[in-house]
């Protein structure tokens, strides 16, 4: 069996440089997403010549699946790697999140050998034009800017949006625990879990290269978001909370981040809706430019 262990942030570097091979825009490629949610998908990975495999566990329950290697040197070989791996223990071989231009890769060194499918839309990521985050200019986003400009006349001298730091790290935390008892969310798995994945990536702030965002009102939080620069032309939003309550608390914070952090990107990746009615609405509300769509891979003698 192939060499698996949990991920750590000395491996940083490494991820990041075979990602630089492959150049998608899905936030499963993101080594931020990798780690923080490390706990919550049981991540593991090794290196193989010249590739990153990555080996994660499901949510509902089922067998071990696998990323698409990605780096440099013979992705076919890498490939029959992970699929001796997934006899050795027993499973299934299967690869999920593959972009589309890695059908392509994977065709041109494995012909025929795969069947892909898209099972779901609730795993798709939401991107968008950076400049359409910032002026939200437009026809469509017109709602957008209206709750951002009522949003500033209603509290005028009132609200603030500062940059996270180590002094706010905690205040942005609370909001967290604060947010998930108003929303009803505390007891939950997927709370703990993201709770956990939050921990992590507000204990490694600087060594994850985050940058996040506070907004507050009277001086108190009312939303936190976070993200990082991921690709050389996109951004990806890890985190994004806020006071639905509050009109425009939401609008506030996503565009104030992304004025502040988003000027030298194209795109802001926000990530996938998880199948949630009301995220889906919000998130196809700012009309994303394209969908970051992944596929499930498995061999076709496998499929019959």
């Known amino acids: 069996m192939l060499p698996f262990r949990e991920i750590t942030l000395e491996d940083k570097q490494k991820v990041e440089e075979c990602g630089s091979h492959y150049y998608y825009h899905l936030c499963e490629r993101c080594f931020v997403d990798l780690f923080m949610w490390r706990s919550h998908y049981n991540t593991q990975i090794c290196f193989l010549d010249g590739f990153l495999l990555v080996k994660m566990t499901p949510l509902d329950g089922g067998h071990d699946c696998y990323l698409a290697p990605i780096g440099e040197g013979d992705l076919g070989a890498a490939l029959d790697a992970l699929e001796q791996d997934a006899a050795e223990r027993g499973i299934p071989f299967v690869v999920v999140s593959v972009a589309e231009p890695m059908i392509e890769r994977i065709e041109a060194v494995r012909p025929g050998k795969f069947a892909f499918s898209h099972d779901s839309e609730d795993g798709d990521d939401y991107i968008y034009l950076a400049e359409k985050l910032r002026t939200l200019s437009g026809k469509k986003l017109q709602s957008k800017r209206n709750l951002v400009n009522r949003f500033k006349a209603a509290y005028e001298g009132r609200w603030s949006y500062e940059d996270m730091t180590r002094d706010n790290i905690k205040d942005a935390f609370g909001y967290h625990i604060r947010w998930c008892n108003q929303n009803g969310c505390a007891q939950s798995r997927d709370f703990q879990g993201e709770t956990c994945a939050i921990v992590q990536a507000l204990h490694n702030f600087d060594a994850l290269d985050l940058h996040g965002g506070l907004l507050r009102l009277d001086g ?73 769509v992944k596929y499930t891979a498995v061999p076709k003698e496998t499929q019959a």
């Open 220 to 292: 108190e939080v009312i939303a936190f978001t976070f993200g990082c620069k991921a690709e050389p032309d996109m951004y990806v939003v890890q985190i994004e909370k806020a006071d639905h309550t509050i009109p425009g608390a939401y609008q506030m914070i996503n565009q104030q981040f992304v004025l502040r952090n988003c000027d030298d990107v194209q795109y802001v990746n926000r990530e996938e809706d998880l199948g949630l009615e009301g995220l889906r609405k919000a998130k196809k509300s700012y009309y994303p430019v394209m969908r970051g």
